[in-house]
DNA sequence: CAAAAACTTGACTATTTTAGTCGGGTATAT
DNA sequence: ATATACCCGACTAAAATAGTCAAGTTTTTG
C-alpha cells in the first residue's frame, strides 16, 4: 500500500513552489536543492505535470514552472493522477464483463474494494495544495 | 496504490470462510475451488494467517482451517497486518530522527502523508469481515 | 552574437518487489 | 496403511520502480 514517489515528490515539489513563488516562475534548480530531490528526476516529474496542464514552463533564463491554478484550487487527486498513480487497489474490476479474478461474477469481495477506493479516493478529491500549507508547523 | 495480491486474497478467502463454514474446517482445497486461487498460494497466506492468530488449522483427512474470532469481531486491519500489508503510503517518518527524504526536518508534506494514512487506516479498522458479507449482492 | 540557464524528450538500466511455484515434509481420521 | 490436508523454507520469472544519461531547444542577458 505505497505511492510511488513520482507522485509524492510531485506534491512535494508543487507545495514547494506555491510557498516560494511570487509570480515568478521557480526553477527546478531551486526545488532540487531545498527538497533534495535529483534534478534529473524532478525534470522527468515535471514533464508530466506539463503535459496535464497542472504547470506551464517558462524557458531560457530566469525561466521555470508556474502553477496554473491556484494552491487553493489544485486538487491534491489531479496531481496524482499526472503522474498515473491511479486509486485502483486491487485488481479486479477493469471492465464490467470479465472482472474479478478472471471469472465472469463479481467476486465475493468486489463491492469492499470499491469502497476502498471510493474512499481514499475522496480524500484526495477534497485535499487542495493550499491544504498542505496550513498545517506545515501546526500540530502537536 | 496498490494492495498486493496476498491481502487481496486474504480477504477473499477469509470471506469464502464466513460464508461457508458451520462450525467445521474448511479446506484450503474448497477455497481454492470455489475462489480460484491457486492452493499452493493459499498456503502461504494461510501460514500467516495462523502465526497472526486470525484462524487455527486442523490436520489430517476432514482438516481444514477455522476462524479464531467471529466475522463480526475479526477487523479487515488485522488481516492485512497479517500479511504484511503496511498502511503507510509513503517512505517518509521510519524513526523521528532522520524523518525525512535523508533530511533530519520533517518534509514539507509529512503532515498530509501522516492524515493519509490515518484515514486509510480507520477504513480498515472500522471495516469487520462480516461487513462484506452484508452488500454481497446488494446495491444498485 | 555568444554563452549560460533552464526546459525537452526518449531511451536506458539496476534494483527491488511481486506473484507464484516447488519439493519435501508432518499429522490424523478412517 | 493410506489418503487428505496442513507445514514450511527456498526458489524464480516477470514486472514495477527509481533514477540516470545523452543530446537536444529556447530564451535572456551582457
Redesign the pocket.
Known sequence: M????????AVMALADMAVFSRDN??????ISLRQG????????I??KL??NNIVK?????????ILIKTPKELKILDILLAL?QKVKTV?CKKDSKKSCNGKSTKCITHNFWDELDFHINSFFENKKLSDLLKNKEARH
Open positions: 505505497k505511492l510511488n514517489t513520482k507522485s509524492r515528490y516562475a521557480v526553477s527546478l534548480r531551486d530531490i535529483s534534478l534529473l528526476y524532478l525534470e522527468q515535471f514533464l506539463k503535459k514552463s517558462v524557458r531560457g533564463i530566469n525561466g521555470g514552472y498515473d485488481g
